[in-house]
């Protein structure tokens, strides 16, 4: 069950058969590594009562979904948890472990699931640090920030750069990873370093010892707290820093080891650099990967960000001679130079943004590439360093026939998308059956050459057709391989491999087997081979001092099993073609709306999986199959928010539609058809219930009027009849008169803003299609509405709702009326909702039969916003500014590329515009908010938190709330209570 729809005693779910129409396939034989049917049991242990005791049913999880759902991460470890708890606070988590203490259990903590080593993996109990760890405070004006371990690391950066300041650590998971999760893996990224990352930047922890106690290492008295508190651990650290200092040999050893990028072990230097205990404890908890103590707030200090920056994307002819050109760069003070290798660069063919040489390059290519840049405060900084790259590249470089570096933000930030996106794009090229492996190893920088080669020649010999690439300029190489865990021959080719991997970096480069993915299960055997018995030893000592009784993190980290690497290696069995790309990195779920309710888009594949494992049959199979018609079709806005922040564009949800068609009974699909064919009728009737809706609410009010639609719901089903929201507006206006002659564009004005009218709360009905008129006159610009436009739509009522013979028939009308009235495309169709012109520019391509096809692609179909702002602005008289716009973009924006015209439009009218950093989409998605409404409310919580924080401060002036499609702002608006409307009205108001 769901978070929100779970009980105290969760029940087994109804039998769906929606999903198990949509989900049907012939029985196949189950895997080895299929679940037992205890999974359908979990909720029946005695320690679940006592958590459900502690903490709201809802934060105790044990349903069959969500611990399949939360049995994997980005790791090619799979381990199914028993319960996974969801603390709300530091006492509820203080509880939790004092009950897990108690009952002898093992805990794992989990924030991001973005860890490659399974160090966020455990089969006993998951504490998810994510859903209600978020609070975050800039301070000192950015030069330290507060943050607890839920925060995603690129929304901390986002509140720092107003300031100009940024964190040190910066993985290329950063759209993704936590606060929490960087910190406890010490993950460092492209240009941290050595010098940037947690262990050096780190100010203050807040962490809970597996005792309970509550250690704030940043208060002025926590070393005496620490000692009055926890006398025997204060001795013990005070004991274990004495001994260490006192040899002089392990001394050595750990200053040689961490002098380049390591997290294989315990931050043992932690005794070495800090003398109190409560200064030892943040430095020791760098990189422990939860299993010394829980952290629960960090203070950090941040960087200064230089406004200027040149970027340089460089071709070589193989990977010897671009790493040849590493040591030269960072001795010119390069912050970043990554290397990737010609099986990488493959790796991007396709995207969106590959540079046309490698979507060109020849099956027998060597190339390889360097991405380098410096970021400075002045441009003299930047010419030095642009002269210095031409000298250090000249002689080995490719020309392409343009300029070596780049000052163009635009053009650095897709270079540096694709690097970020590297991992999941060389995932989405294994083959079928296969899991992705990634390792990252360190050698000292100035044998990174040979070191290069050495690996690729060691996957070779072991058949591991394995990419390399890295963070070159500290010498931290990442290189992949492709496993099928079932089949023991690959399985044994890979223990092999890990064994002479581990005499390659150890003895023949004293390297690090872990540069920055910390050491989970995947290095545990081997920590003894890299540091020896007597500093493992002392890494024993440290956590039986912490963690006495193995509460924390069992089997992570410090592993005496020697298969512990090679255990619960997960299968990855085919699925859906367009899912099984898909590595399960996450870089989906902070953008994906169902993220604080059901399943995530990882998490719907994750479940796809483990149906595949059961071979499609048997209880397991159908207690996933019933549970995932909520969990993951209902509950998907289909928005495909998934698809852009997905480096290999996996659209999750346009899967989850595919599923409500496959779902569809033949009836629904009927009635689908005759919508399609008479809905100027169904306009006119959304019309009619929206007056009479505003006739008799005076009367009943908006409790009978729920009451009205929840009688509704129960007789024609909560996936077709929508619940009553109070913030529903009274019927549009008829559309203003307009004339075909002279006309400049079609002005197709959706059916949304033909049936909705203006926000109740608004200060004057106007609606977008009459503002969108009177500015386009106002502008000298001539536009027409089309007298037969009432019976069309753009088809997304039918395709949200999985009616495809409808979808087929709509589609076709639409096209041949706006061949029509564009005169064959010569004139340009507007239209004023982002969703319908998404849904006619895009979606309809894919119903529409050959000939049709011609001719959409000849149409011109503009938003209305990207029409305002090109077309319209520039002959509109200036507009009186407003004190504050606040924006709420739309998913269908993002995709269409339109939200600079957004803000565009919202600077016109506004001194200030207000964007929330974790504006995603709304989840309304046509009439999805209202048939779940539960959807929208926890889609949205993040950022009703930040536009209230915002309007909590002083605005100079008025304050409006803006968006760009009616259904969007409906949903702000009930999530909210601010009246959300078009900036096409705000900007028609502000320039009369």
Not at 271 to 289: N, Q
Not at 380 to 387: C, G, I, N, Y
Request: net charge negative; aromatic share 6%; charged share 20%.
């Amino acid at each position: 069950m769901s978070a929100v729809t779970s009980t105290s005693t969760p029940s087994t779910p109804p039998v769906s058969r929606r999903a198990r129409r949509a989900l049907g396939h012939a029985p196949t034989p189950p895997a080895p590594d299929a679940l037992g049917t205890q999974v359908l049991s979990a909720g029946e242990d005695s320690f679940v009562a006592e958590l459900r005791r502690l903490l709201a049913a809802e934060d105790v999880l044990t349903s069959t979904s969500d611990l399949v759902r939360y049995s994997s991460d980005a790791s090619p470890y799979r381990m199914l948890p028993r319960v996974v708890v969801r603390p709300r606070d530091t006492e509820q988590l203080v509880a939790v472990l004092a009950a897990a203490r108690l009952a002898g259990r093992g805990v794992t903590f989990r924030a991001g699931g973005t860890s490659l080593n399974g160090q966020s993996q455990g089969d006993d109990v998951m504490i998810d640090m994510r859903e209600h760890f978020r609070d975050i405070e800039v301070l000192d004006e950015g030069a330290r920030l507060r943050s607890q371990p839920g925060v995603i690391l690129f929304r901390a950066n986002a509140l720092l750069a107003p300031k100009g300041r940024v964190l040190g650590p910066d993985p290329a998971s950063g759209s993704a990873a936590t606060i929490g999760g960087v910190f406890a893996n010490n993950a460092s990224g492209m240009t941290a370093g050595t010098r940037y990352n947690s262990y050096t930047t780190i100010d203050a922890v807040t962490l809970v010892l597996a005792s309970g106690t509550v250690v704030d290492t940043g208060a002025a008295d926590a070393d005496e707290r620490l000692r009055d508190a926890e006398p025997d651990l204060y001795a013990a650290l005070e004991t274990i820093r004495d001994d260490l200092r006192a040899d002089e040999g392990l001394t050595a050893l750990i200053r040689r080891k961490f002098s380049i990028k390591n997290t294989s072990g315990y931050r043992l230097d932690a005794f070495l650099d800090a003398e109190r205990p409560a200064d030892i404890l943040p430095l020791l908890l760098v990189g422990s990967e939860g299993t010394l103590a829980a952290i629960v707030e960090t203070t950090w200090r941040t960087l200064e960000t230089g406004p200027r920056r040149s970027t340089a994307f460089l071709r070589f002819p193989d990977v010897t001679a671009a790493a040849a050109v590493v040591a030269p760069l960072n001795g010119v003070e390069a912050q970043a130079v990554e290397l990737m290798d010609t099986a990488s660069l493959r790796s991007l063919q396709g995207r969106v943004g590959t540079p046309q040489w490698i979507n060109d390059l020849a099956p027998d290519a060597t190339d390889a590439a360097i991405l380098t840049e410096r970021r400075a405060t002045d441009d003299a900084t930047l010419d030095r360093f642009e002269t210095d790259v031409a000298h250090i590249v000249g002689a080995t470089v490719i020309d392409m026939g343009e300029p070596l570096t780049t000052r163009e933000a635009g053009r650095a930030a897709l270079y540096w998308r694709l690097r970020s996106g590297m991992l999941p794009s060389i995932g989405a090229s294994r083959p079928a059956g296969t899991a992705l492996i990634t390792e990252d190893v360190v050698v000292p920088p100035e044998r990174l050459p040979e070191a290069v080669g050495d690996l690729q020649a060691l996957l070779v010999k072991h058949g591991f057709l394995g990419a390399v690439n890295g963070h070159a300029s500290a010498g931290n190489l990442h290189f992949y391989l492709y496993l099928d865990a079932t089949d023991e021959e690959r399985l044994s080719a890979y223990r092999a491999f890990m064994e002479e991997l581990v005499d390659l970096i150890v003895d023949r480069y004293d390297g690090s087997l872990k540069g920055e993915h910390g050491t989970g299960r995947n290095m545990a055997p081997f920590i003894v081979r890299e540091w020896g018995t007597d500093a493992v030893a002392m890494m024993w000592r440290v956590k039986r001092a912490l963690d006495p009784t193995g509460l924390l993190g069992p089997g992570v980290f410090l592993n005496e099993d020697p298969e512990a690497a090679f255990d619960g290696l997960k299968s990855m069995p085919a699925i859906h073609p367009h899912l099984n790309p898909c590595i399960e990195c996450g870089f989906c779920e902070p953008v994906c709306p169902s993220r604080h309710l059901t399943a995530t888009p990882r998490q719907r594949i994750v479940l796809q999986r483990e149906l595949a494992r059961q071979g499609h049959t048997g209880p397991v199979a159908e207690r996933i199959i019933d549970e995932y018609a909520y969990e993951a079709v209902d509950t998907c806005a289909g928005d495909s928010s998934c698809s852009i922040a997905c480096p290999v564009d996996i659209d999750t949800g346009r899967v989850m539609k595919e599923l409500r068609r496959d779902g569809v009974p033949a009836l629904a699909q009927r009635v689908g058809v005759t919508l399609a064919k008479h809905w100027g009728i169904a306009e006119i009737a959304g019309r009619s219930a929206l007056f009479a809706a505003k006739a008799i609410r005076p009367v009943i009010g908006d409790r009978g009027l729920s009451a009205i639609t929840s009688l509704g719901r129960r007789i024609g089903g909560e996936e077709l009849v929508p619940s009553w929201v109070a913030e529903l507006p009274g019927p549009a206006p008829a559309l203003p008169p307009t004339e075909r002659a002279g006309a400049e564009a079609v002005f197709f004005a959706a059916c949304i803003n033909r049936i909705f009218g203006a926000s109740r709360a608004a200060s004057e009905p106007t609606t977008v299609s009459e503002a969108f008129v009177a500015l386009a006159a106002r502008a000298g610009h001539a536009i027409w509405i089309p007298d037969d436009l009432a019976s069309m739509c753009c088809g997304t009522v039918w395709h949200s709702k999985g009616l495809e013979e409808g979808n087929v028939i709509m589609a076709a009308e639409v096209l041949d009326r706006m061949w029509r009235w564009s005169d064959a495309g010569r004139l340009p169709i507007i239209v004023d909702a982002s969703s319908c012109t998404l849904g006619l520019a895009h979606d309809i391509a894919e119903l529409l039969d050959p000939e049709r096809l011609a001719k959409h692609r000849k149409l011109q179909i503009v938003d209305v916003l990207r029409y305002t702002n090109e077309v319209l602005l520039p002959d509109l008289p200036q507009a009186r500014k407003l004190g504050l716009t606040v924006l709420h973009p739309t998913c269908s924006m993002n995709t269409l590329g339109i939200t600079g015209d957004l803000r565009a439009l919202a600077g016109a009218v506004s001194q200030e515009v207000f964007v929330p950093i974790s504006a995603t989409c709304c989840a309304f998605a046509g009439d999805r908010g209202m048939l779940h409404p539960e959807l929208t409310a926890t889609a949205t919580q993040e950022e009703v938190a930040q536009v209230e924080a915002r309007l909590a401060e002083p605005v100079a002036g008025q304050v409006s709330f803006a968006s760009g499609n009616r259904t969007c702002e409906l949903g702000m608006e009930h999530a909210t209570g601010q009246p959300y409307e078009s900036i096409i009205v705000t900007l028609e108001r502000q320039t009369r």
